[in-house]
């Protein structure tokens, strides 16, 4: 076997097909979010502006969040020193699950790594708890939560997405008595539209399913408090178990599960993805706690958020830019060419200093190549107006249509 030819062949497939991958090297600076520096692969520098990055608020450069982890790194040093059951557990991890459990008016919660490990190892430790279990999951559900019920080796159906009258079809066919989870998100990420939350509870209530609700794109910027879509529309009592992250709103790093304290007990006891891994630095876990302690009571950061989203999407409509709005703060606009999709991100980069990545396959489907925007409420107007005049300018000599896609 030539190993080094059969890795070319790979890597020579996705550059034929126009969707190879390539990291640029940026550095943020303190304070000056979405404003960044490019370092070029000369050596040479340029200013730029982020405008795909998940720290949706800019909370990543909050004072409050960066005072709690400089204080807690002065106080502990850099690592946790373990996994949570042998020395990794602190009083900082402790109170971000207090925080975390009492944003979500829940029981209990659970830290994890990351948004995907919590997905992966919940999903696939539930069939072990529950013998029998029949998993009924969204077809644009994440990566993480597909692996995690692929992991869990139980039975399971796709229903199509967003479709209500299909997964009421599959929970007709399910054997009564048995034990069954549905697990979809409140805003899918790539489209930027909402699951039928209140129509899959009472699917869930009439057939006596726990609901699964993955939350990482709405936690921190939808409801009262910021505990989501099932907050903000009065839903957060018929979820059973709610999986967010610390990275994306909440501009830290980490994601947790929030359920009742026996479900939580349960993941914490049974899950390796939980069990075997180091827990969160101390620092982290304190900036988390400090960044979701804050936007509990931060309205109106959440408000100028989707008053910059709507702004974008409105101009970029205005020119006739395929835009899908299902009137969340995601903007995807429609290129539907990896080839060209890629073309549109280099030269927004290398002649606006303007930082937004290609979507290709296979994160979407092959045909709706996109370029993903994602506004903060720190994205000034002279950044937009900057945004606006490159895609129309760029649009043209990249001979795309100009044609509005409706919801």
């Keep these: 076997m030539d190993y080094a030819a059969a890795l070319d ?27 960044a520096v490019w370092r070029r692969p000369d050596g040479t520098e340029q200013d730029i502006v982020v405008w795909c990055g998940n720290d949706y608020l800019g909370m990543g450069q909050h004072p409050a969040v960066l005072s709690a982890m400089h204080e807690a790194i002065e106080a502990t040093g850099a690592g946790s020193g373990g996994t949570r059951n042998i020395s990794g557990t602190t009083v900082y991890h402790k109170r971000l699950e207090a925080e ?32 029998g279990l029949v998993i009924l999951s969204d077809a644009l559900n994440h990566a993480s939560m597909i692996e995690g019920i692929r992991h ?15 997964l009421r079809e599959l929970l007709e066919a399910v054997e009564p008595g048995r034990p069954v989870v549905i697990a979809f998100e409140s805003i899918y990420s790539m489209d930027g539209d909402f699951g039928p939350m209140r129509e899959i509870c009472d699917l869930a209530e009439e057939f006596g399913a726990l609901t699964y609700l993955d939350e990482v794109h709405a936690v921190g910027m939808y409801g009262p408090r910021g505990a989501g879509v099932a907050e903000r529309d009065g839903l957060m009592d018929r979820i059973d178990i709610v999986n967010g992250t610390l990275a994306k709103a909440y501009g830290v790093m980490g ?5 009742s304290a026996k479900m939580c007990d349960a993941i914490r006891s049974y899950a390796p993805g939980f069990i075997f891994t180091t827990s969160l630095p101390p620092a ?14 931060d309205q109106l950061l959440r408000d100028r958020h989707q008053t910059q989203a709507r702004i974008l999407k409105m101009r970029l409509k205005g020119l006739g830019l395929p835009l899908i709005d299902h009137g969340s703060h995601i903007v995807p606009v429609h290129v539907g060419n990896p080839v060209k999709c890629k073309m549109l991100s280099d030269m927004l980069l290398e002649d606006f200093g303007i930082y937004v990545q290609p979507i290709n396959f296979p994160t979407v489907p092959r045909g709706t190549e996109r370029l993903r925007f994602t506004p903060s409420p720190v994205h000034g107007p002279e950044l937009l107006d900057g945004l606006v005049k490159a895609m129309d300018s760029l649009w043209g000599r990249c001979e795309l249509n100009r044609a509005h896609l409706s919801a």
């Design 284 to 297: 982290v876990a304190a900036g988390a706690a400090a960044s979701v302690a804050h936007l509990k009571t």
């Design 100 to 131: 975390l459990a009492d944003l979500h008016r829940k029981e209990a919660a659970l830290i994890f790594t990351s948004a995907y490990i919590a997905n992966e190892a919940t999903l696939s430790t539930l069939p072990k708890l529950f013998p």
């Design 9 to 35: 062949t790979a890597l020579n497939r996705l550059h034929d097909e126009g969707r190879y991958r390539t990291f640029i090297d940026i550095e943020r600076r303190k304070g000056a979010y979405p404003s």
């Design 255 to 259: 994601g947790y599960i929030a359920a």
């Design 152 to 166: 869990g080796n139980c039975e399971k159906h796709i229903f199509r997405h967003n479709d209500v009258a299909h």
